[in-house]
């Protein structure tokens, strides 16, 4: 499953068969800034499986995987274009958009809950968000690493900043949760840990030597880390 605009292939959503390559369904689109955010698969009402995409021409929407039908959609959230995935906290798809020059915008929408339901936007933040980096979810919050080095926690339910502390740096790649404790790889190619837990804690930076536009990996009791010129395997203790 993707979703691509005009200035790259013809507009529209699409998914594909994995083993030919053959379009398998394909739904137009309006057209705008080229998103570059990845769909994501939740469980809908009646635990149904929806992919939600995101864009700034019509915000977030969700389509029956199988199909390609709309199930539901919340249109006119953004101007900006948007760039990181959405992620799912306590039962509310929180999206971002943004742009270079330093705008930034998220949103939290709440799905329908019972068939013919429409979505309901339950709040909006416009500073201390992320724009490159996806958003972490942590369990009833949502974790904004933003690009430049300032961190939010945010109650997913009501958009409330729980905590904002600035750690420094750049930052294109995405945090990950593993091994206790949350990780994120900077431009320059330091990787940051802080503590897994309700308050923040900065647990430790280590130089990596070399630039990093990566997000970092998880697998195996291992951490992975890659730069421009090179992958890093960190082994747990």
Request: charged share 20%.
């Amino acid at each position: 499953l993707f979703s691509a605009e005009p200035e790259d292939v013809p507009g529209g959503l699409y998914a594909l068969d994995t083993a030919t390559g053959k379009t398998l369904w394909k739904r137009d689109r309006d057209g705008g800034p080229s998103p570059y955010a990845a769909p994501f698969l939740r469980r809908g009402v009646g635990g149904r499986a929806e992919a939600v995409f995101v864009s700034s021409a019509h915000g977030l929407t969700a389509v029956d995987p199988a199909t390609g039908a709309v199930l539901w959609e919340a249109p006119g959230l953004f101007k900006l274009r948007t760039v990181a995935a959405p992620v799912e906290a306590a039962g509310v798809v929180v999206a971002t958009s943004g742009s270079g020059g330093g705008d930034r915008m998220a949103v939290g929408v709440r799905p329908p809950s019972r068939a013919g339901e429409k979505p309901e936007v339950l709040w909006r933040l416009t500073r201390a968000v992320s724009y490159v980096p996806t958003p972490l979810a942590l369990g009833d919050d949502v974790l904004f690493w933003g690009d430049g080095g300032i961190v939010t926690r945010v109650r997913a339910a009501t958009g409330e900043i729980l905590w904002q502390e600035r750690v420094g740096g750049n930052y294109f790649g995405s945090p990950i949760r593993a091994g206790g404790r949350i990780w994120c790889l900077s431009a320059r190619g330091e990787a940051v840990a802080l503590a897994d837990a309700p308050t923040f804690r900065l647990l430790g930076k280590s130089e990596l030597g070399d630039t990093s536009h990566a997000t970092p990996a998880a697998a195996g009791g291992r951490l992975y880390l890659r730069t421009r010129s090179r992958l890093f395997a960190v082994a747990s203790r």
